[in-house]
């Protein structure tokens, strides 16, 4: 790659992750490649999307930029507009990139990162495109047995009227009934929550 190229990528993913939209465009009018990638393997749309930069976000879609890409660790767009906690910028990478059941190298998805990230309203919208609400992450894992494992009670609710399956059990054979029960914490709603929609 010519020098000036990569110079050109690297101020690219220098504004992209400020979210400083001259200089994105100054960058891609002198050649800059929209879709380059930092040592990461992240694009400056995911970048810029994970930043919380939603006019820089569409600016670069706007101009080529590859919304279905993804980074080294596996994340994708969804994932990084989550990490923005901006429900708007997650509204719109939804409507553009179907990956909602996509998983990272670790096997998380889109619904377990709302879990982690404690952000119930981006759950709901996930939920409301109709993801698959069991799919376990590397240890097994439901998006339950990590609301439950937290005390999550919202997110319970949430999940089993999403379809979650109550006796899901992980790699350690627990199910998210045991991990609210006997994990460092007792979390007796979270329990009779999952107890009362217990499949039998």
């Not at 393997?41 to 569409?58: D, I, N, Q, V, Y």
């Not at 989550?82 to 429900?87: D, T, V, Y």
């Not at 047995?145 to 999940?159: D, I, P, Q, T």
Request: hydrophobic share 35%; with cysteine.
């Amino acid at each position: 790659m010519p020098s000036k190229i990569k110079e050109l990528n690297e101020s690219l993913l220098r504004a992209s992750q400020k979210g400083d939209n001259k200089s994105i465009q100054s960058a891609l009018e002198e050649g800059a490649e929209v879709n380059t990638k930092d040592s990461d393997g992240e694009s400056p749309l995911l970048l810029a999307l994970s930043e919380g930069h939603f006019e820089a976000s569409k600016y670069l879609f706007s101009h080529g930029a590859n919304i279905t890409q993804r980074s080294d660790d596996g994340s994708n767009a969804i994932m990084n507009a989550l990490f923005s906690q901006k429900l708007d910028i997650l509204k719109w990478v939804l409507d553009k990139n179907k990956g909602i059941n996509e998983q990272d190298n670790d096997g998380m998805t889109p619904i377990h990162l709302t879990v982690e990230l404690k952000e119930l309203g981006m759950l709901n919208e996930l939920i409301r495109r109709a993801p698959d609400v069991n799919l376990p992450n590397e240890y097994g894992d439901s998006p339950l047995h990590s609301a439950a494992a937290l005390g999550l009670e919202e997110f319970v609710k949430a999940l089993i009227t999403a379809g979650a399956v109550t006796n899901f059990k992980n790699h350690k054979g627990n199910t998210p009934l045991q991990l609210a029960k006997y994990g460092l914490n007792r979390f007796s709603n979270v329990c009779n929550l999952i107890e009362g929609n217990s499949v039998q």
